[in-house]
């Protein structure tokens, strides 16, 4: 039978690093330009965006001019006294679990113009339609009638506290029909466009936040490309395969 030959492919005699080093400098100038794009897209257009809409609400606050109220001490108050104010901050804290920020209360800018403010204010309104007092007329019909523990025996007009938010009232029940009448159309479009507010206020900051994480995050990718394209541009070597010095000349060239 014929002998089969088989035949070697001729290969370099040395090892060079060109191609690698070409690869590295594409993916660096891709990480460059993908950084310079998302650093641009968050200060040129997200930025802008961000700040015409914190200091369009910003005019907004000074327009409409509601402010809160510091005695000389600098003690934050409400209807004369701090105690009123330590109230309403218990509802906002303690009940709906606000975290308040104290730096935000500022007496020399008394402004409502921040989220914490804008929540106290919200707040207030809430704290006074709850412990404020309604007169709950009863008719003869309707009585006798137990409410909260306490039995009214004869038709008459009587002062309860409504304690109560406006979708908690029973419209069927004689006395909390009434009571859900403290929470007048005005107290519920004030405490609405509060809630508005502090919605807007957030998305503003948040926003702004988000824009400045973004151009960051696009700096560092920049930054790494950058470093690539750096790296690409080191000495060349030619190692021959199977030589015994190869480990040591690698060595050499990284501590280099």
Same mark, same amino acid.
């Given at each position: ?29 891709? @990480? ?10 968050? %200060? ?38 701090? &105690?009123?104010?330590?109230? $309403? ?8 679990? #606000?975290? *308040? ?15 914490? !403010?804008?929540? #106290?204010?919200?707040?207030? $309104? ?7 007092? *309604?007169?709950?007329? %009863?008719?003869? &019909?309707?009585?006798? $009638? ?7 025996? !004869? ?20 006395? &909390? ?34 824009? @400045?994480? $973004? ?5 560092? #990718? ?8 750096? *790296?690409? #541009? ?23």
């Amino acid at each position: 039978m014929p002998r089969r030959v088989q035949r070697r492919t001729s290969r370099p005699e040395g090892i060079r690093l060109v191609t690698t080093k070409n690869r590295i400098r594409i993916v660096g100038i891709a @990480l460059v330009a993908a950084g310079v794009v998302m650093a641009g897209a968050g %200060l040129l257009y997200g930025m802008p965006q961000a700040t015409d809409g914190l200091a369009s609400a910003q005019a907004m606050y000074e327009a409409q001019g509601v402010s809160l109220t510091y005695n000389e001490q600098g003690q934050l108050i409400d209807r004369g006294t701090p &105690e009123g104010a330590a109230n $309403i901050m218990k509802l906002l804290e303690d009940d709906w679990k #606000f975290p *308040v920020n104290d730096a935000n209360f500022d007496p020399a800018d008394p402004i409502v113009n921040t989220r914490d !403010e804008l929540m #106290f204010q919200y707040a207030t $309104i809430t704290y006074h339609v709850l412990h404020g007092v *309604v007169k709950v007329t %009863l008719t003869a &019909e309707q009585v006798p $009638i137990t409410y909260r523990g306490v039995t009214y025996t !004869e038709a008459g007009t009587y002062d309860i506290a409504p304690e109560g938010y406006y979708a908690e009232f029973d419209r069927t029940n004689p006395i &909390e029909a009434q009571l859900r009448g403290a929470w007048t159309p005005q107290a519920l479009a004030l405490t609405a466009a509060l809630a508005g507010g502090h919605a807007n206020q957030a998305a503003g900051e948040l926003a702004f936040a988000t824009t @400045l994480a $973004i151009a960051g995050i696009g700096g560092l #990718f920049a930054l790494s490309g950058a470093g690539l394209v750096w *790296v690409s #541009f080191g000495r060349e070597v030619a190692l021959s395969r199977g030589s015994p010095r190869s480990a040591s000349v690698v060595s050499s060239v990284l501590r280099k």
